[in-house]
């Protein structure tokens, strides 16, 4: 197929007009020289001027038809006939779909058709490159929007929050599935945010495609997730050529965050495609299936700039009611403020309460702190953990942004001692960041599902700034040591698998008084060791519970005491 001519107006044709003085001879010689016409063919043309008072040549395009009136016009001029040419615009619809617009005349084998542009787009079977052979983005686009004008294309950007990829990049993969070919680019300034208009940059600028990028991100299931550095999808819908840009965004000091460009022909029709794949990309990162009701910590970066690199997913063991040894009123205040408060969030909301919740958990260390978040956790439904440790409090705005993003979500500062030490002993850097976690509390809206768990050692060094600052913790929760009757529990938790009788479990528990809970689990494990020295696991006597108490609160020290959480039992012995 051989496309003759691409006109903005459709075909023209010249209209030879009747007269009694033009002689055929003429006619036949200008048909001939300026029309290039065979006599056969100049002949029938006379015959039907003659018979219908007029006949035409072509159709041709606009242009062509146009030069041939004027060499015809000289021509006539030349040789002062007095033969009448008009020219005449046509509108041929084409002759495949009967559009009436845009008709280019096509030759195919000895037929000259005339067809639309998109019934010729169709039928070109005329070899063109394949994509995969472009070594430059700038090249590949060019082709997919090969005959649409770079002005008639708009790009439209949206940004995702970088720990948001894994998200982002399933709606993607759902999204675009339909794609006619998917490309890797080549960043070479890794500063640099790349760009559409930035790819369509050609010469020593041209950005090259390079082979695919992976990285795998954990999400805490069984294998990582496979997310695209970045890509260029090259797309079709309906007959829509679109293109779309996924690549990281990248600023100084921040977290780069995703980017996404889509690339279509302006007009409705590409506005509308725009809005639906921006508007599930939001909904998928706004579900956030892949984090949600899991524990996570932000990664540190090791840079000075203290930004955070990634998502850590910690893989806790899920805690049960059963596995948590805490005073009745202990619990009780637990369930009050936190699963039953979750519970009637909305009830809450809807009788214009603030849904968002401070607890601080405070009591001596080994007592199960950390052990009753993770209960929470387990037992929040749907809600994301986010564990801070003292040193990451810097991160502490990223922290928020997830926090807020993941809702319903609870943050965890654990010994936020550290970060909140009395007036006095605190360097400037250490009250801002005081200062900085007060506000973040105070800045969330009332309808925040966020539930921030506070935990301490020394409740005491906190007590002058929570008082000055109130209405941040809503609760205080003391977490005590366990009491003879807690202790006994704890043995039988952690002596499961041992041959513990009653008496031997009643010994341990009394004898372990002003120790912890953790103390407690090691004195089980120490039991366990000393049996097995004995009679190979058999059984426990007072012997072992002798042998294990010496070794943990005396032997040692009052250091090794400390360590293992008996430092009070030791005071007291
Ligand atoms: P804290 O955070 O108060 O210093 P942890 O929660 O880290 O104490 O306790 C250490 C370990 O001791 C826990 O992982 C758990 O196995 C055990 N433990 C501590 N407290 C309890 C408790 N109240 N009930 C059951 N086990 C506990």
Redesign the pocket.
Known sequence: MTEVARGEHGPAQLVFHNDDDTPDEFVIGLLRQVFGKTDREASALIARIEREEKAACGPYPQSVAEALFKSAQQYIWLRQQPLKITLEEIRTPCELCGKPEGQTEVRIGERTVWLCSDCIRAADTTPSPEPEEFEYACDVLDWHFADIARSKLVTTIRQFPGHMRVDVQAAIDRLFSEGIQLFGLNEEQRYETLSISRLLRDGRYAIAIAPLQYSDVDVGERSPVKCLDNGLWLCEQDGLRYAVLLCAHREFSREPGIRIEILVPSGSAGAALVQTCFGELEQAVQAARSYRGKILSLDADSDYRGRSRGITVHRLAPVSRN????PEQTLRLLDRNVLTFVDTRDQLRRLGQSTRKGILLY?P???????TIRYLATHLPGHTTLIITAEQIGLLGAYMSLARLLQPSMVVIEDVDLIARDRDDMGPCEESMLNKLLNEMDGLKEDADILFVL?TNRPEDLEGALAGRPGRIDQAIE?PLPDETGRGQ?VR?YGKGLPLDDTIIAEAAQRSEGTS??FI?ELMRRLAQASLARDGGKSIVSADIDEALDDMLFSGGRLNARLLGGAHAMAAG
């Open positions: 596995d948590v040894i805490l009591g260390p080994g007592t199960g702190k950390t052990h935990t977490v704890l938790l809970c953790a689990k």
